[in-house]
Every structure is written in structure tokens, then in C-alpha cells.
């Protein structure tokens, strides 16, 4: 049996690859849309993938099912609760197929997703009665469980799902013997749940010790504990569990669309049309110069979750990427179901040397110039972009909170009567922001250099944690 993980940190996502070397044949299970990789090595193995799976319709990435079924006449598969578009085979509780000496054994395990399925898997070879792994989906990671709430726009409430997903632990996954690997489709950074760890294999025992979710509590504490604190939802969430669901051209498709080179004055052109201009340099090139009214989503940090909740899907995007780099921002994208773009500036920044008056700047300013500023006669504001829960750990004494991922709605409650001093955790996220401020025609901020780290390397005070609370 061969049974690979892949791992794609900047969605925190895992998939699968398991083949049977006897009869040459393999499954691919919640795979990313981009899935060269799986050919790779099903090639390398001298495999045939004919089968892919999603363990639900997933909310924080498009699958690459349909680009399998396209490419390789791959049959796709899905929990027996599910509805989709295309053409697939229902799988029910306990329901098997085998791959010669693999055998794959499905659980229906909702809670996450009324759709939710888990998957055996059995290395026959070994033993026919005790299975080597689950691949437990969204249903239960390491050190946390798939959150319950993300399907309310769609008619289920958090405590329909969350008693759903009490019985799938403890009927289903928890039956397991303990020495059953667990590999879940998402790990640390994922938004899936909040206490995701680090890791991205574990036991059934191990986590019937050491997971929060999984001890000994009722169905009504469970829901309680499991939808509380849950980070906010991007709005683009929705929006691919659907588009999972749906026939749709597939990432290759797209990328001969999207890949192409656009002169700067057809940029301006859909500029003035609407679309969204995205400039996906690190934060020192934006700040250096860029294109009046773009929105900075490196590609060195969460680009295609921070893309998916600051973007509309609807709207044309126009990408500004430092040249050789216009691919991975596109299918980066295109990983999310982005695939409303028009092409990209060909020439990246070089282009707008030809009309400088479309050039901007972002101010920065360095952790001691701001302290120093904090203490003067006209100090300034404060904006700390970071989540709530790191606002509470730590902040600059007396700044003022809006998580990045609220900015937009709340861009009234900034300021404007004096400078605005922008900082996240490390400057990323507060590169955002200040392109979201100069969109909305915000004037007189600057951008925190290195962000609250800078400011805490530099000796400078934070607000602890206990007086956030007092």
C-alpha cells in the first residue's frame, strides 16, 4: 500500500494519494485543484488514479475532483448526503471499496457538513480487521474538530450540526482502535476550527486523551464548547462549499484565460470599469510605489484566504505581480475559485514608470520614531489590524482595534483628524490595511515596519494580558 500526505501550507490544507502496487491502481482524496502533483507521483508508482473522493464540499478551497475526472476519466465520489452537478457515486455508511490489497471503507461522519464522510483505511496485507489510518476530512483534526457553523447560509443551524458531529466522533471515529492513524484534510492556520495543531498526523488515542473536544462531556456541552470562539468566517466560504458542489471549467481551463499579459492602459481601462486591482508584492515593494487604488495581498503570506475575504469573486480581477510571479498568483486564485481575472500588468511595476502621476506611496515609520511621536504634543492614532484574540494578549497602550477582516465595513471608525499608525503582528497584514485606507480615500497613515514584533524587539511596552480583561 502507498499512502502519501501532501501538504499545502498556505491553506493548511492535506491531501491524499493511495495506491495498491498489485492491481496499479489509486484514489486521490480532497485533492487541490492544481493536480500535477498527484500525477507525478501516481506516475512514479506506476499508478493509475481512478478514483477521487471528496470527504465534503469544502468551504476554504475549490477540489481538484473535476480536473481528475477531466484529465484521467478519474470517477468521483461523494458522502450519500450530498447534491452536486456532475455525475458521482453516492457512498454510504460502511460502504467499501477495495483496491486490490487496499481496502477503502466510508463512515458517514456529518457534523461539520451534513455531507461528511471519513474514510478507512485498510492495508490488507497486513490485517483485514484493524484498519492502518482514517482519513477524518473536516470531521476531526489534531487537537480540535471541524467547526459547526459554517453552513447556516445554507439552512443548518451550528446546533443541528454540532449534535450531528458529536454522535460522528463518538459512534463512528472514537470505535476505532487507538494505534489508527489520523490524518485530517487540515491543519494549523486552517479556519476551519480554532486549536488546530501543528501537526498533521496523530492516533485515535491520542486524541481521545488529549483533544479537547473529545472528553468525556454531553451532546449539549459539546455544541456549547465546539461554537464558541470559532474565528470569523470569510465571506468566500460559502461561496466554494457551492462551487464545490457545481460543474465549473476546470484550473487549467481557467489559467488560459487569466494568464495573459495586459498593457497599462487596459488596465486603467478596467479600472474605470471596476475591477479590482491586486498587487501581490511583499510589502516593501507596495510601499515603494504602486498603482493608485490596488489592494496588497502579498504572495509571501496568506494570499488566497485574505484574497477570498477582501475580494468579490463576482468582480473582475486584474493582478500586479512582480514579473516571473503572475502564475502563482493566478493559481493561487484560481486554488480559492477565483477565477474572474482579466490578466495581469505585463511588466509589473516597470509598466507604470510611463505615467507617474498614477504612482502612489505608502508611509512607513519605524517602532522608536512612533513611541517618540505616542509621548509628543499631536500624537497619533493607533489601528492594530490583528484578531481579538491577539489584541487581548497584547496591544499598544491606548490603540484603537478593527481586525483587518472587518476594515472595510468599519472604515468609518478610523480616524481622520490625525495620523494613523497601521500595525498587525509583522507588517503583512497591515500592508493591507493601508492599501484598504488609501482605496477609501483615507489620507495621513503609516505603516508600522515589522508591526507589534518590531515594536516589542525594540523594548518598547505592551498592555498585558489582565488589563485587557480588567
Not at 481521545?208 to 470559532?230: C, G, H, K, W
Not at 481557467?254 to 487596459?266: A, D, M, N, V, W
Not at 493582478?319 to 502564475?327: H, L
Not at 509598466?351 to 506611496?361: D, I, K, S, V
Amino acid at each position: 500500500m502507498i499512502l502519501k500526505q501532501y501538504y499545502l501550507g498556505c491553506l493548511a490544507h492535506a491531501s491524499y494519494l493511495i495506491g495498491d502496487k498489485q492491481t496499479s491502481t489509486a484514489a486521490v482524496v480532497d485533492p487541490q485543484r492544481d493536480v500535477d502533483l498527484y500525477l507525478k507521483d501516481a506516475q512514479h508508482h506506476d499508478l493509475q488514479i481512478r478514483h477521487v473522493f471528496l470527504s465534503h464540499f469544502h468551504a476554504d478551497f475549490v477540489a481538484g475532483h473535476l480536473e481528475l475526472r477531466d484529465r484521467l476519466g478519474a470517477r468521483i465520489y461523494l458522502g450519500a448526503q450530498a447534491r452536486a452537478e456532475y455525475e458521482f457515486t453516492p457512498m454510504k455508511d460502511q460502504e467499501i471499496l477495495e483496491l486490490g490489497k487496499v481496502r477503502l471503507k466510508i463512515l458517514e461522519t456529518p457534523g461539520h457538513s451534513p455531507e461528511s464522510i471519513s474514510i478507512v483505511v485498510y492495508d490488507l496485507e497486513k490485517s483485514e480487521n484493524n484498519p492502518h489510518a482514517v482519513l477524518t476530512g473536516d470531521t476531526l483534526f489534531i487537537g480540535d474538530v471541524g467547526r459547526p457553523d459554517l453552513r447556516a447560509s445554507l439552512g443548518w443551524s451550528s446546533a443541528e450540526l454540532g449534535a450531528m458531529l458529536y454522535d460522528s466522533l463518538h459512534r463512528k471515529l472514537m470505535a476505532l482502535p487507538d494505534e489508527t492513524l489520523v490524518y485530517p484534510a487540515h491543519g494549523a492556520g486552517s479556519l476551519c476550527g480554532k486549536n488546530l495543531s501543528q501537526d498533521t498526523v496523530s492516533t485515535v488515542g491520542m486524541q481521545r486523551r488529549y483533544n479537547y473536544a473529545l472528553q468525556p462531556m454531553s451532546r449539549e456541552e459539546f455544541v456549547e464548547i465546539v461554537t464558541a470562539d470559532q474565528p470569523d468566517a470569510p465571506a468566500y466560504f460559502t461561496y466554494d462549499a457551492i462551487l464545490n458542489s457545481k460543474e465549473h471549467p476546470t484550473l487549467e481551463k481557467t489559467l488560459q484565460k487569466t494568464l495573459k499579459p495586459l498593457s497599462f492602459e487596459q488596465v486603467l481601462r478596467l479600472k474605470k470599469e471596476g475591477a479590482q486591482l491586486l498587487d501581490s508584492r511583499n510589502p516593501e515593494q507596495f510601499a515603494g510605489a504602486h498603482l493608485a487604488g490596488s489592494t496588497n495581498i502579498g504572495l509571501g503570506g496568506n494570499y488566497a484566504s485574505w484574497a477570498g475575504t477582501l475580494l468579490d469573486p463576482g468582480k473582475v480581477i486584474v493582478i500586479i505581480a512582480e514579473p516571473g510571479s503572475e502564475e502563482e498568483a493566478a493559481v493561487r486564485l484560481g486554488r480559492i475559485g477565483f477565477d474572474y481575472v482579466a490578466g495581469y500588468l505585463q511588466g509589473g511595476l516597470l509598466a507604470l514608470q510611463a505615467q507617474p502621476e498614477q504612482f502612489r506611496t505608502a508611509t512607513r515609520i519605524e517602532a522608536a520614531t512612533l513611541a517618540e511621536q505616542l509621548v509628543s504634543a499631536d500624537p497619533p492614532a493607533v489601528l492594530d489590524v490583528r484578531t481579538e484574540k491577539e489584541w487581548l494578549e497584547k496591544r499598544i497602550e491606548g490603540s484603537i482595534h478593527i481586525p483587518l477582516n472587518q476594515l472595510q465595513q468599519r472604515i468609518d471608525d478610523v480616524p481622520c483628524d490625525r495620523m494613523v499608525a497601521v500595525h498587525c503582528a509583522s507588517g503583512y497584514r497591515s500592508s493591507i490595511a493601508v492599501s484598504l485606507l488609501e482605496r477609501h480615500n483615507k489620507e495621513n497613515y503609516a505603516d508600522l515596519i515589522g508591526g507589534i514584533a518590531a515594536w516589542e524587539a525594540a523594548k518598547l511596552p505592551t498592555v498585558p494580558l489582565r488589563s485587557a480583561k480588567s
